[in-house]
C-alpha cells in the first residue's frame, strides 16, 4: 500500500542498506518516523495534511516495511544510534541539513536518540506515546508490567524469540493492533493487513530492534543521563491517558530530558496518528510555530 499523492523511492543510506521512502508538498521538512507493528503507511492522514506546506518525508525504519533488513552481526544494526543515522543521512540525501522529526512508538525512540546525537539536525520534536528507552525500563515492574511483555520476550538472546514468533506472527503481531487501539475503524482491513504482511516478512530484525533496547539503547541513553546531555530543541510530547495508570508522572519523566517541553494527553488509544490525526496535526503545526 501507498500513499495517495506520495512519490516513492529507495534511498541508500548506509553501507547495504537502503530506506524506502515517500515524500511529498514542498516548504520546510518533517519527518515522520512510524512505530510497532507498523510501517510509514501509519501517518497516511498526518502526512497528506502536512504535505500542504511542508515537503513530508515517511520513511520505513531499517529492519521494517520495505527498507532493508540486515542481519544484526554486533549488537549495534538496529540500535537506535544507527537508525538515527539512517535518517540523518536520508535528510541529507534528500537536500534537508535541518529538519521537524516526529515519531511514534519505536521512531520516537529513534527520534529521540537524533535528537541527542545530532542536535543541530533537529529545528522541533514531536514524540508519541513512548518513554525514554532507559526510563521505560525503570518504570516497568510488578504486574502492571504484564503490558509490555514483549519487550520482555524480545530481549531474550537470539533464536527463541524468533522461533515464538515466527509460529504465528499473524497471531503475535496483530495481538497489539487488536489490543492497543480504542477505534476499531482507526486501522481498516487493508492497512492492518499490509502490517502484518509487513512484520510477519520481518520478524528477525523487528527482534533485533527490541533487543537493542534492552541492551545497546540503554547504555546510550544512561550514559547521556550521566553526561547530563539534553534535548535542547523545542519539544512536544503527546501520550495517551496511562501515565497515572501506571504509576509515574510522564511528564515529570520526559522534563528531565527536555528544555523546552510541552506535555499533552490524547484521549486515544496508542495508534494516535490513526485514531486522532486532527489532534496530532495540530499539536505538530502548534509545535513548528514555536
Not at 541508500?12 to 530506506?19: I, K
Request: charged share 20%; net charge negative; aromatic share 8%.
Amino acid at each position: 500500500m501507498r500513499i495517495p499523492g506520495f512519490h516513492y523511492r529507495r534511498v541508500t543510506v548506509a553501507d547495504g542498506v537502503a530506506l524506502n521512502v515517500a515524500t511529498a508538498g514542498e516548504g520546510d521538512p518533517v519527518v515522520l518516523l512510524h512505530g510497532f507493528p507498523q510501517t510509514h503507511l501509519m501517518w497516511r492522514h498526518v502526512a497528506t495534511d502536512l504535505a500542504a506546506d511542508h515537503t513530508v518525508i515517511c520513511p520505513d525504519l531499517r529492519g521494517y516495511g520495505d527498507s532493508d533488513k540486515p542481519a544484526d552481526t554486533d549488537g549495534h544494526t538496529y540500535s537506535k544510534r544507527t537508525a538515527a543515522g539512517d535518517v540523518v543521512a536520508l535528510a541529507r540525501l534528500l537536500g534537508h541539513d535541518r529538519f521537524a522529526l516526529a515519531g511514534h512508538d519505536r521512531g520516537a525512540l529513534v527520534a529521540t536518540r537524533l535528537g541527542l546525537d545530532h542536535p543541530d539536525a533537529v529545528t522541533h520534536l514531536a514524540l508519541l506515546d513512548v518513554l525514554p528507552t532507559l526510563d521505560t525500563w525503570e518504570v516497568l515492574h510488578g504486574v502492571t508490567a504484564s503490558v509490555a511483555f514483549h519487550l520482555y520476550l524480545m530481549a531474550q538472546p537470539p533464536g527463541l524469540p524468533e522461533q515464538l514468533i515466527s509460529a504465528a506472527p499473524d497471531a503475535f503481531f496483530g495481538h497489539f493492533l487488536d489490543t492497543w487501539t480504542r477505534s476499531p475503524d482507526a486501522i481498516p482491513p487493508e492497512v492492518r493487513a499490509a502490517y502484518l504482511t509487513a512484520s510477519r516478512d520481518a520478524v528477525t530484525s523487528i527482534v533485533a530492534d527490541y533487543r537493542a533496547s534492552a541492551g545497546v539503547d540503554v547504555e546510550h541513553d544512561t550514559a547521556d543521563k550521566r553526561a547530563g546531555h539534553r534535548l535542547t530543541m523545542p519539544v512536544t510530547v503527546l501520550q495517551q491517558d496511562w501515565g497515572a495508570a501506571l504509576g509515574y508522572d510522564a511528564t515529570a519523566r520526559w522534563r528531565a530530558w527536555a528544555d523546552d517541553l510541552e506535555h499533552t494527553t490524547v484521549s486515544c488509544g496508542h495508534f494516535m496518528a490513526e485514531e486522532a490525526p486532527a489532534d496530532i496535526v495540530k499539536a505538530l503545526r502548534d509545535l513548528m510555530n514555536r
